[in-house]
């Protein structure tokens, strides 16, 4: 069985970024605002020398909301996945949630199940990945990841 390390994205890997117009941090919405943490890639690193494989568990409910398009996130999403390639970490997995109940944007406004503290992401990684929950860890910033990262599977 494998071991995994569960990393939340924004606040975590890449630093938020302060929008004066709207006076709060919000996610890097285009490539030039990606500003990752020092030491991040050491880290993941690390953690890939020692076996854990890597998933990106994020909540990015910026365009449900109307604050971003889809093509500004998957710029950002791309440019964060030719860092790691040109580092040599590989994510076996991505998973966005793009919804948010409370959106403006019909389609992506519902109530989901892969939307942090919700932990449908992390049971279908356990499940494809054959992965020991006991030997894998969820790393975020806000009590939503601590509260997807306990939650039984
Ligand atoms: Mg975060
Ligand atoms: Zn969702």
Same mark, same amino acid.
């Given at each position: 069985? !494998?071991?995994?390390v569960?990393?939340? +994205?924004?606040g975590?890997?890449?630093?938020?970024?302060? !929008?004066?117009? +709207?006076?709060?941090?919000?996610?890097?919405?285009?490539?030039e %605002?990606?500003?990752?943490? %020092?030491?991040?890639?050491? $880290?993941?690193?690390?953690?890939?020398?020692n076996? *854990?494989?890597?998933?990106?568990?994020?909540?990015?409910?910026d365009?449900?909301?109307?604050k971003?398009?889809?093509e500004? =996130?998957?710029?950002?999403?791309?440019? =964060?996945?030719?860092? *790691?390639?040109?580092n040599?970490?590989? *994510? $076996?997995?991505?998973y966005? &949630?793009?919804?948010?109940?409370?959106?403006?944007?019909?389609?992506?406004?519902?109530?989901?199940? &892969?939307?942090?503290?919700?932990?449908? *992401?992390?049971?279908?990684?356990?499940?494809?990945?054959?992965?020991?929950?006991? %030997?894998?860890?969820?790393?975020?910033?806000?009590?939503?990841?601590?509260?997807?990262?306990?939650?039984?599977?």
């Amino acid at each position: 069985m !494998n071991k995994a390390v569960f990393l939340d +994205r924004d606040g975590v890997i890449n630093r938020m970024i302060f !929008n004066n117009e +709207r006076k709060e941090y919000e996610p890097p919405f285009k490539k030039e %605002d990606l500003e990752l943490y %020092d030491g991040i890639i050491e $880290s993941l690193k690390k953690l890939q020398n020692n076996g *854990f494989i890597l998933f990106v568990i994020s909540n990015q409910p910026d365009y449900a909301k109307g604050k971003a398009s889809l093509e500004s =996130l998957a710029e950002v999403q791309d440019e =964060l996945q030719k860092i *790691f390639i040109k580092n040599g970490i590989r *994510f $076996s997995e991505y998973y966005y &949630c793009y919804h948010h109940p409370d959106g403006t944007v019909p389609e992506y406004s519902v109530k989901c199940e &892969c939307r942090k503290p919700g932990n449908y *992401f992390v049971k279908k990684a356990i499940t494809g990945y054959d992965i020991n929950k006991d %030997d894998s860890w969820l790393i975020g910033d806000r009590d939503k990841d601590v509260e997807c990262g306990i939650k039984p599977v």
